[in-house]
């Protein structure tokens, strides 16, 4: 069985791709078949989402590429940004995990808060897309630090 055990930076051509739904791309362990049907093992370190895109170094050497799954989603549409802003602040009220575009909130389907978002004037279509939540607000981030001459600096992991 191929094994996964880091992400990697670099701009090789990948040997195969890997494409999976938000949910599987949220853990940490993860069994799973290539397309020709190998089976890999994905052990990355806790709290780690894998985005459409990244990178994975096997222990064989091989890179594996990222792609994230068609879902069912609800696609919320405003012609007034007030109105998406409305929305986006019920939803994450609820702890709704939201990816943002221009224009448009997407969000797995839910028909009870498809319902609340047409109260608020918007339009939702329910489709088959890829899911690419917002990564969050500490996400990435690193505390910032004090240097010894007690300056503080502010980092983020890219």
Aim: charged share 25%; glycine share 10%; net charge negative.
């Amino acid at each position: 069985m191929l094994t996964v055990l880091q992400r990697i930076d670099d701009v090789r051509k990948p040997d195969a791709q890997l494409v999976l739904p938000y949910e599987s791309r949220c853990r940490s362990r993860l069994r799973a078949a290539l397309p020709d049907g190998e089976v890999v093992a994905i052990l990355m370190a806790r709290g780690q989402v894998l985005r459409g895109g990244d990178l994975l170094l096997a222990d064989d050497g091989r890179v594996i590429e990222i792609g994230a799954a068609p879902e069912r989603v609800s696609t919320v549409q405003g012609a007034e940004p007030r109105q998406l802003l409305r929305a986006a602040y019920h939803l994450g009220n609820r702890h709704i995990l939201l990816q943002v575009g221009p224009g448009w909130l997407r969000y797995l389907h839910d028909h009870v808060l498809d319902e609340m978002v047409r109260g608020l004037g918007l339009s939702v279509l329910v489709e088959e897309a890829a899911f690419e939540p917002e990564a969050g607000a500490y996400a990435g981030f690193e505390a910032h630090r004090e240097h010894d001459d007690g300056a503080t600096t502010h980092h983020h992991s890219p």
